[in-house]
């Protein structure tokens, strides 16, 4: 077995890998990238090792890291963020070779002088959750991925919204950080410029109305979803709403193995709540001519919900926030920061 970082060469193993290994159980999610580091590229100098098998070539385990410092408890902190921690699903016991690539990854933080490491896991994704905790990582909160279709209005007055397609990145980013850059987790960044030029790849646009707002972030051209398991109640409902959908405007239910168009919603700045619909209807107008099929959002189980756009959520997953401290820290507090570069 060799262990060592990832290279370009790797791509296509490393896409295959993904292929195989789907997140959750009753709601089981495959990624597919056309370049595999697109995350890795999001953070300057990542981490990100493999486990191979010698006698055949075949990738065993893939790890990634990426520095980035962080608030906790009030401070910068130099940290790590968990990303692409994946494990071959054709192989039974992975545990010698996660191990020995996290041995290689954490001598390799310590030399860049992180003190500890966090991330998300997907609450029903057991093999992924045994892996972190192996390694000690501890859960700590919770984050709530909502999924909105784009079926219906949500308000009449969506026209009354206005989309940004260009926005100056590093402004915006500095009025979020004067919101909640006292949440732990919040990632403080000093080179503007790359900053910028990574925020606006995925950047869709930013609709607003009155004093409040909400952006899009449209990671489609390097990644799509696709459904390899579905609960039952959708299975059912598929039929029905097939039949229906030239009379009503349904929801499109894939089938198995059918990729998905998401688009996430994030930097929510709602100052009436009675914006909120109309924020959502005309993120829903722009979304519809783009074929986007759902919205997804993200909320920490401690922060105060989005009522109206949690309850038009026909799906909701909960997804397990680790810490693993490399010294003596204190411990994150609760509602935690979910930048959308963590994505």
């Known amino acids: 077995m060799l262990i060592r970082p990832v290279e370009k060469k790797d791509n296509e193993k490393l896409i295959e890998l993904e292929k195989k290994a789907g997140q959750g159980e009753k709601l089981r999610i495959v990624t597919e990238r056309d370049d595999y580091l697109f995350r890795a590229n999001k953070f ?9 098998d010698e006698t055949n070539g075949e990738i065993l385990g893939v790890m990634g890291v990426g520095p980035v410092n962080v608030t906790l408890a009030g401070k910068e902190t130099k940290a790590g963020y968990i990303f692409d921690w994946r494990s071959n699903p054709e192989i039974k016991s992975l545990n010698r ?10 001598k390799e933080m310590e ?31 919770e984050k709530i991925f909502y999924t909105l279709p784009l079926f219906r209005s949500f308000s009449s007055s969506g026209d009354q919204a206005k989309i940004q397609g260009k926005i100056n990145s590093w402004e915006e980013y500095l009025k979020v950080k004067s919101q909640k850059g006292t949440l732990d987790f ?25 004093d409040s707002s909400l952006k899009i972030w449209d990671t489609t051209s390097q990644y799509r979803f696709r459904a390899l398991e579905i609960p039952t109640f959708f299975k059912m ?12 405007s349904l929801p499109r239910i894939p089938r198995k193995g059918e990729a998905i168009k998401n688009w996430f919603l994030y930097d929510f700045d709602i100052r009436k709540k009675e914006d909120l619909p109309i924020l959502l209807e005309g993120a829903r107008r722009f979304a519809m001519e783009e074929e986007v099929d ?15 756009a949690e309850r038009k959520a026909w799906l909701k997953v909960k997804y397990k926030t680790f810490f693993f401290p490399f ?16 994505l």
Request: charged share 25%; no cysteine; proline share 7%.
């Open 44 to 52: 300057v100098d990542s981490i990100i090792y493999l486990a191979e």
């Open 186 to 210: 919040f990632p403080h960044y000093d080179n503007g410029d790359w900053f910028s030029k990574s925020r606006e790849a995925f950047f869709a646009g930013k609709i607003s109305h009155g």
């Open 97 to 106: 070779a996660m191990y020995r690539i996290w041995i290689e990854i954490k």
């Open 327 to 342: 010294e003596k820290l204190p411990m994150p507090q609760n509602p935690t920061h979910y930048d959308v570069s963590f």
């Open 294 to 308: 759902f919205f997804i959002f993200i909320r920490d189980a401690k922060e105060t919900p989005l009522d109206f």
């Open 237 to 248: 409902a598929r039929p029905v709403f097939s039949f229906f959908s030239p009379i009503i």
């Open 111 to 141: 030399a860049r002088q992180i003190r500890f490491i966090f991330g998300f896991v997907k609450e029903d994704n057991s093999r992924s959750l045994n892996i972190i905790q192996r390694v000690g990582a501890k859960p700590v909160g």
